[in-house]
């Protein structure tokens, strides 16, 4: 360990890592730069946003069986919210990045990759790639701004630094080519872990995130809209992009203060058969609607899509369309793609059942991702059984989810009375389906009975004749019934 003193302050800032170039002085905020055996003061460094994060300086933990602690932290935010990567130094001296994302967390550490690597402008979410003689699809492709940092870091971060990523994934695999240093990327590789799986000690507890955020981080809580006074229900540290139900303003609730992106436009109210706020129990727990939006595709085909949270189980998706009720999970582990029109995943085949352009024609409620009216989407849905698979594209990001049907009496018992749901009507009946069945079963009967009837025509024919009687007079009549009916 090194310990210098803040050119700015005189306080102690400590490097831990000898690969360490920066830190940033807990007192004054000032980003000291190591330079040989002197140190530089490079400006203040911004304060981070209070995200709700568990994870600190100091935070340890274990990772493939290696002891880490979290020495320094930058925060980046893009189009679509903000993140942290938690830089660690592990007890060997090596280090490695813990990304921090709405609760879902990645370790990388540099990798050498062989070969050519595409340029970061060649680079579109749901493209395949050859990296390193495997082949693999872009899931993410973004350039995000650093607004602020804590503690040490490996590189130069300051007011104007942008990090330009992208994220590859293939099956469970993924890779991140980094590009914010230049044309040549730096290649991390990563594996998904929870809080749980790395034995972290020193977190910040409940109390402590409240104290400093002023609300518990995935508590349902409610915000007054700065737009219109309305009030928008959400989760702090969740759901931090904000639809409000009353003018439709687009609400940024990342920080403490709540700031608005864009008015809200003037679009009809859509009726819809769950409420914001609507709570359900599956499988003993809890689950509250969100958020809500409907899309149309390019004919103009319209469903419902409503987002539900459960404290345990984090986010999934109800999605109500003419068919009935579907349940939908994002998968964390993505299906291979063995042709344009088919994909496996778990030893099951699904085809391609549809591909089509989707728009979000209304949106209400709050998000963990951002969504406004008139963000498209490109769709491709898989089948197998009753089990479908979507992979959904957009020019910076790809993500797939998997869903099963949901029978509606599934829907009334796990909503109770706040579902305001209605029962589809019954497929009507096949006009003359008695007759025709029974027709079937005389053809059936002739077939087995043709040899009798050769050698002894008269009798065989008479019993065949009554028995084809017995079968399609009683299906003329019900017929008939159904046609009064």
Same mark, same amino acid.
């Given at each position: 360990m090194q310990i210098v003193s803040c050119p700015s302050c005189g306080a102690e800032v400590k490097f831990r890592s000898h690969a360490s170039v920066m830190a940033v002085c807990e007192y004054c905020g000032t980003s000291v730069l190591k330079d040989a055996d002197a140190v530089r003061d490079l400006g203040k460094m911004s304060a981070v946003l209070e995200d709700y994060s568990p994870i600190q300086i100091g935070t340890s933990g274990v990772? &493939?069986?290696? %002891?880490? +602690?979290?020495?320094?932290?930058?925060?980046?935010?893009? %189009?679509? &919210?903000?993140?942290n990567e938690w830089y660690l130094l592990f007890d060997d001296g090596s280090t490695s990045w813990l990304g921090d994302s709405s609760g879902m967390y990645v370790v990388t550490s540099v990798r050498q990759l062989g070969g050519a690597l595409p340029a970061f402008g060649e680079l579109k979410a749901g493209s395949q790639y050859q990296l390193g003689g495997y082949r693999m699809v872009a899931s993410e492709v973004r350039t995000a701004d650093c607004i602020?940092?804590?503690?040490?870091?490996?590189?130069?971060?300051?007011?104007?630094?942008? $990090?330009?990523?992208?994220?590859?994934?293939?099956? &469970?695999?993924?890779? +991140?080519? /980094?590009? %914010? /240093?230049? /044309?040549?990327?730096?290649?991390? *590789?990563?594996?998904?872990?929870t809080l749980d799986e790395m034995h972290c000690q020193l977190l910040r507890d409940d109390d402590v995130i409240q104290r %400093?955020?002023?609300?518990?981080?995935?508590?349902? *809580?409610?915000?007054d809209c700065p737009s219109c006074g309305g009030a928008i229900k959400y989760l702090p540290g969740m759901t931090a992009h904000l639809i409000c139900p009353s003018c439709h303003a687009q609400v940024d609730a990342a920080s403490p203060k709540a700031q608005v992106l864009a008015a809200g436009e003037r679009v009809a109210a859509v009726p819809t058969t769950l409420e914001?706020?609507?709570?359900? +129990?599956?499988? #003993?727990?809890?689950? +509250?609607v969100m958020g809500m939006m409907r899309r149309a595709d390019d004919e103009g085909n319209q469903w419902t899509e409503y987002l539900l949270y459960g404290t345990r189980a984090g986010f999934s998706w109800l999605v109500e369309t003419e068919e009935g009720w579907w349940r939908a999970n994002v998968m964390e582990v993505w299906p291979q793609m063995d042709s344009?029109?088919?994909? *496996?995943?778990?030893?099951?085949?699904?085809g391609k059942l549809y591909e089509y352009g989707s728009q979000v024609v209304y949106a209400i409620g709050a998000f963990n991702w951002k969504v406004a009216v008139g963000d498209r989407t490109w769709v491709a849905e898989f089948a197998s059984g009753q089990t479908r698979l979507a992979a959904e594209m957009t020019p910076e990001e790809m993500t797939w989810s998997r869903s099963t049907p949901v029978p509606f009496d599934q829907m009334k018992a796990w909503f109770g009375e706040s579902f305001r749901g209605v029962r589809p009507a019954a497929a009507p009946m096949a006009k003359g389906r008695y007759t025709r069945a029974a027709r079937n079963a005389v053809f059936v009967i002739l077939a087995l009975n043709a040899?009798?009837?050769?050698? #002894?025509?008269?009798?065989?024919? $008479?019993?065949?004749?009554?028995?084809?009687? $017995?079968?399609?007079?009683?299906?003329?009549?019900? /017929?008939?019934?159904d046609g009064s009916s």
């Open positions: 990772v &493939g069986g290696r %002891s880490f +602690t979290v020495v320094g932290r930058i925060q980046l935010r893009y %189009s679509a &919210g903000l993140w602020g940092g804590q503690g040490e870091l490996p590189f130069k971060v300051g007011e104007g630094y942008q $990090a330009r990523v992208a994220d590859f994934r293939s099956g &469970g695999d993924f890779l +991140t080519l /980094d590009y %914010s /240093d230049g /044309d040549q990327p730096v290649v991390y *590789s990563g594996v998904a872990v %400093s955020a002023g609300r518990y981080r995935g508590k349902l *809580s409610a915000l914001l706020g609507a709570e359900a +129990t599956l499988n #003993n727990q809890t689950y +509250t344009p029109d088919a994909v *496996s995943i778990d030893r099951a085949n699904f040899v009798p009837l050769m050698f #002894n025509f008269g009798r065989s024919w $008479a019993l065949t004749l009554l028995g084809a009687a $017995a079968i399609y007079l009683p299906a003329l009549l019900l /017929d008939s019934m």
